[in-house]
């Protein structure tokens, strides 16, 4: 099965590449991908500027779309594993709006003169995250008493629209910011090159193996505690770590890519319900479709309206919301 | 109850208000301590000029600028935040996105004048009957010119304002003559933020451009309208001859930034050095300093090497 997936997965990635605003015909395309293997030599017959615009621009967009699919997908399910809740993913944790605050408040500050650079708005973003989900676990922790899970999402959601306000507020303080924070919090794959994902790379890698390593303890927690105890593990331990490493993930993809959302939880559903609830085969599952998910909404975005671009947040809901009905409606037939 | 009456009474007095504020035929005018204009609604021709309002309060940079060019700047009393130009108008915390009723009423205005109105603003003048101009984005330049005729004509300077047009007109035909068809057949990029989002021709700024022949690139993605967002590999197989930044702002693009960009090295622009850096204010509001933009890409076509 994983093997499939992967091969399906390959393959949009692959489709993704041939697919573009500028003109390249995928025949062009197709060679100098082969000539970039080893061993093999092919001429594509591309310009310079054709073979920037391969190399320097589409290709590190599908790889990023794929990176930060991959990221917010197996987050999600991790969330939802460790609350033992179908509801957590990045949003409702407040991950996501803990990074907007973040990153609005530091694109205000660089409009102001402040001077970051390029980097202010992913590191503010990534504190954003971290400091949100940080607060929503205390608030859990110290509101909720023996009720851990079901408090923790409460708290979340209390965070979340705190840090919306918060944000909301920021942003009526600094009208002439509101394009540059609007075009961030709808998403967007684009214009960094290679930097944005040599910037990610680290923090989807230990992401997405630290989650993987824990798939079978997963299993065993989501029996119950006690079980799961009285095998060796701790899963309040357990749990505090993957929250840790899935926001980390999160919040780094995020604070490049802007606020993408539905990734995380209608990608672990789709995927439950055609390989059912075990995390052995859940999760590294929805590591490939969340990156086949966001690759295939980001090439919606560019072609729909080509050469101009739409949000891929957009897409991500407006794809998401019905895939995810269909999704449901397959899955109780099946039961 | 002591509340509660409160309530009703003040529910009574507002609705007294706002009949009073719509009764055309109110001879002692509602609103305004000069005792002008008392008629609400978008305002109109004063009867004479001592009619004409003397409390002009401008939600609007552009409006702002063009109330000042056609001699009205001692009546304005109050410009919204975003307001900066011409030096020494009285800006203050008024906000043009989300204006308060409340807080432009402090400044008793007998004349408010704004872009765009979200939030009821207009209503909520026609209830206290305080008169207003709605000076939305125009469409064209000479839909500017009319605004700018609507202000003379509302603020009792009307003549000004017809020398105002006619002085705008020569600035920017001269800006054609300047430029002597040396824009005919080159292509354009116009920036407005790093996320590549732009204008067509089909905009207010746009088609200044178009008026030296310019072609926009842009112009293929106008089923997105007249601000799309455009792809990055599309603006470099497009291959601009020049590139304009409307985001040139202190800390914003330049040309080194733009070069840096992946895969934007080779685009003609860059590679020629034909990146240029407008004025923020004056690509972005549609007063009399469209006059300074029309000149100032004429200067840039003059000056290209090989011209």
């Known amino acids: 099965m994983i093997g499939a997936a992967i091969a399906v997965t390959a393959a949009i990635l692959l489709m993704a590449t041939l697919v573009g605003a500028s003109g390249l015909s995928p025949g062009a395309v197709l060679a100098e991908l082969a000539d970039a293997l080893p061993l093999v030599h092919v001429d594509s017959g591309l310009s310079a500027q054709q073979h920037a615009i391969l190399w ?4 590190p967009r599908v790889v990023l779309g794929a990176l930060v699919g991959a990221t917010l997908a197996v987050a999600g399910a991790a969330y939802q594993g460790v609350f033992r809740n179908p509801l957590a993913d990045p949003y409702l944790l407040g991950v996501s709006s803990g990074a907007g605050l973040g990153a609005t408040v530091m694109i205000i500050a660089g409009a102001s003169g402040a001077g970051m650079g390029s980097l202010g708005v992913p ?57 540059s924070v609007y075009s961030w919090l709808l998403g967007r794959l684009s214009t960094d090159g290679w930097s944005d994902v040599t910037l990610v790379l680290p923090y989807v ?3 997405i193996v630290v989650i993987l390593l824990f798939r079978r303890t997963l299993d065993v927690m989501s029996v119950g505690d006690v079980e799961a105890a009285s095998l060796g593990i701790r899963p309040a331990r357990v749990r505090l770590l993957l929250v840790a490493v899935a926001t980390l993930g999160t919040a780094a993809v995020v604070s490049v890519s802007g606020l993408i959302g539905f990734v995380g939880i209608v990608v672990p559903h789709a995927v439950r319900l055609v390989a059912g609830p075990g995390h052995r085969l859940l999760l590294p599952l929805s590591v490939l479709a969340g990156a086949a998910f966001l690759v295939l909404a980001d090439v919606v975005a560019r072609t729909v309206l080509s050469p101009a671009e739409l949000p891929i947040g957009v897409v991500t809901a407006a794809i998401g919301a019905p895939f995810f009905l269909v999704v449901l409606r397959r899955g109780r037939g099946m039961q | 109850m002591l509340r509660i009456l409160a309530f009703v009474a003040a529910l009574l007095l507002g609705g007294a208000l706002a009949a009073c504020g719509s009764g055309a035929g109110d001879p002692g005018g509602g609103a305004g301590a000069s005792g002008t204009a008392g008629a609400s609604g978008t305002a109109g021709a004063p009867a004479s000029p001592e009619d004409a309002p003397q409390r002009i309060v401008s939600l609007s940079p552009s409006a702002t600028e063009i109330l000042y060019a056609v001699g009205a700047g001692d009546q304005v009393v109050a410009v919204d935040d975003q307001s900066n130009f011409p030096q020494g108008v009285p800006t203050t915390d008024l906000s043009g996105y989300t204006p308060n009723l409340e807080a432009v009423l402090g400044y008793q205005p007998d004349l408010v004048v704004f872009s765009d109105d979200d939030g009821d603003l207009a209503s909520g003048l026609d209830k206290v009957g305080v008169p207003y101009l709605k000076l939305p984005a125009p469409g064209d330049i000479e839909g500017a010119y009319e605004q700018f005729a609507q202000v003379g004509v509302v603020t009792g300077h009307a003549d000004q304002a017809h020398e105002l047009v006619g002085a705008v007109r020569g600035q920017i035909s001269a800006a054609i003559d300047t430029a002597g068809g040396a824009g005919q057949g080159l292509s354009y990029f116009h920036e407005l933020d790093p996320t590549l989002y732009t204008v067509t021709s089909e905009s207010f700024i746009g088609q200044i451009y178009s008026l030296f022949g310019l072609e926009n690139i842009a112009d293929s993605a106008s089923a997105a309208g007249a601000y799309p967002q455009l792809q990055s590999e599309f603006v470099v197989s497009a291959n601009p001859d020049l590139i304009f930044l409307a985001d040139a702002e202190p800390g914003g693009e330049s040309a080194a930034s733009v070069a840096q960009r992946p895969g934007w090295a080779g685009v003609t622009a860059v590679r020629d050095g034909q990146v240029y850096a407008l004025d923020d204010d004056t690509t972005s509001r549609w007063g009399p300093r469209i006059g300074e933009l029309a000149q100032h890409i004429a200067q840039v076509l003059a000056d290209r090497p090989g011209t």
Not at chain 1, 56 to 59: A, D, M, T, V
Not at chain 1, 144 to 167: C, P, Y
């Open chain 1, 123 to 179: 590191v503010a973003a990534f504190a954003g995250g971290i400091v949100a989900v940080a607060a929503t676990y205390l608030l859990g922790r110290s509101v909720g008493g023996g009720r851990g899970e079901v408090v923790i999402i409460l708290a979340g959601v209390a965070v979340a629209a705190f840090a919306n306000a918060a944000q909301t507020f920021v942003q009526q303080r600094y009208q002439d910011t509101l394009q």
């Open chain 1, 205 to 207: 890698a230990v992401t």
């Open chain 1, 56 to 59: 320097q621009i589409r290709l």
